[in-house]
């Protein structure tokens, strides 16, 4: 079983800044890539940005320029940070972690992301 303990989310204003982590814990044997999602009230989970063991790393068009993940493989945490928030970046955020060769999921609990206009 797979723990994905995420903090740092939070109510920040238009244009300000938040770090978001996502420790990994529990049985972990082959990560394949680690990531983010986020959610609107109402809307389907979406991609937001992701980084594979190798350390390829993509991003949604619409954070490119403003987020940046970053990972250590040792410690199997990863950090999204997030700059010049705008309104529609409100959302709850998800960690994603996908290991083995059956690409297995997990997600964390998620944390709120709230930017204020």
């Known amino acids: 079983q797979v723990q994905l303990v995420e903090s740092g989310g939070g109510l920040v204003h238009t244009g300000g800044s938040l770090r978001l982590s996502c420790a990994a814990s529990?049985?972990?044997?082959?990560?394949?890539?680690m990531g983010w999602y986020r959610q609107r009230p109402g809307e389907e989970r979406e991609f937001v940005a992701r980084?594979?063991?190798?350390?390829?790393?993509a991003y949604a068009d619409s954070v490119k320029g403003r987020f940046t993940i970053s990972r250590d493989n040792a410690k199997s945490t990863i950090w999204l940070q997030m700059n010049n928030l705008k309104p529609e970046d409100t959302a709850v955020y998800y960690c994603?972690?996908?290991?083995?060769?059956?690409?297995?999921?997990?997600w964390g609990q998620g944390t709120q992301v709230t930017v204020s206009s």
């Open positions: 529990g049985s972990i044997f082959e990560i394949n890539v």
């Open positions: 994603n972690l996908n290991q083995g060769v059956s690409s297995h999921d997990d």
């Open positions: 980084v594979t063991s190798g350390g390829s790393i």
